[in-house]
């Protein structure tokens, strides 16, 4: 099994940045797909950016040229960089990682969780 834990969420004003941090452990060579995704009260959880360990990451439409997804393999550290903050970027952050697929690593792959951390945007 892997363990993801994330932090670095926090409180910012509408146009701040932020950066979330997910610290990975365990079977990762299992899991080739990380990624995060968000969740707001009352909304299914969404993808936010997703990559496979060894290619390039993608975004959903809402956060690209804004959100930056970055991996560390040798310290297994998936590094999610928010910039240009907007009131509906709030939400319970989640840490994902999932099995590649013949496809690559579709947003319905990822099902293990971190425990989530928390973004606020408001002035």
């Known amino acids: 099994q892997v363990q993801l834990v994330e932090t670095g969420g926090g409180s910012v004003q509408p146009g701040g940045s932020l950066r979330l941090s997910c610290e990975t452990a365990?079977?990762?060579?299992?899991?080739?797909?990380v990624g995060w995704f968000r969740q707001t009260p009352g909304k299914e959880r969404e993808g936010v950016a997703r990559?496979?360990?060894?290619?390039?990451?993608a975004y959903a439409d809402s956060v690209k040229g804004r959100f930056g997804l970055t991996l560390d393999n040798t310290k297994n550290i998936l590094v999610l960089q928010l910039n240009s903050l907007k009131p509906d970027d709030s939400g319970t952050y989640y840490c994902?990682?999932?099995?590649?697929?013949?496809?690559?690593?579709?947003?319905?792959?990822?099902?293990?969780w971190g425990q989530g951390t928390q973004v606020t945007v408001s002035s």
């Open positions: 990559m496979y360990r060894h290619g390039g990451p």
């Open positions: 365990g079977s990762t060579s299992q899991y080739d797909c």
């Open positions: 994902a990682a999932g099995h590649y697929q013949s496809e690559g690593c579709p947003w319905s792959t990822y099902n293990v």
